[in-house]
């Protein structure tokens, strides 16, 4: 799905933009510059995962950073391309979750029941126990 949604990207010729950005940067838009610990907390990430992620919205040229209230934070703005994309980006977030409901509609065991039920397993049993001891074997 992510890559159909780059496709949206594509045919409007926006470059750099990829799916797995748009929740960082409509937060972003929508709550104003934050550090890097505010914005994975804000999504529900590590501050590792998003500071990997930071640096390649910044190559992308959609955030800039700059040096927080201490030494090691760095707060994280959208520039002024990213401004510009956020309309559209917040239209493709509702048409997406528009057609997902669609999807799940359609489906006799909605997708959203899958990741639930996927999490409730993996928190009895983690991936990485699964994975070891089937290296075990």
């Known amino acids: 799905m992510d890559g159909e949604i780059g496709r949206v990207y594509t045919d409007r010729d926006i470059q750099g933009l990829k799916p797995n950005y748009v929740m960082e940067l409509l937060r972003l838009h929508l709550r104003g510059p934050m550090t890097i610990t505010e914005l994975a907390e804000s999504v529900g990430r590590t501050h590792s995962a998003l500071s990997q992620k930071v640096a390649a919205m910044r190559t992308a040229g959609l955030v800039q950073t700059e040096a927080g209230p201490d030494a090691r934070a760095k707060v994280v703005a959208l520039t002024p391309k990213a401004q510009e994309l956020a309309g559209l980006l917040a239209a493709e977030w509702r048409a997406t979750e528009a057609a997902i409901a669609e999807l799940e509609a359609e489906l006799p065991y909605p ?27």
Do not use: C, N
């Open 111 to 137: 997708m959203s029941q899958v990741v639930r039920d996927i999490e409730e397993r993996l928190a009895r049993k983690s991936f990485y126990q699964r994975v070891t001891e089937k290296l075990a074997e």
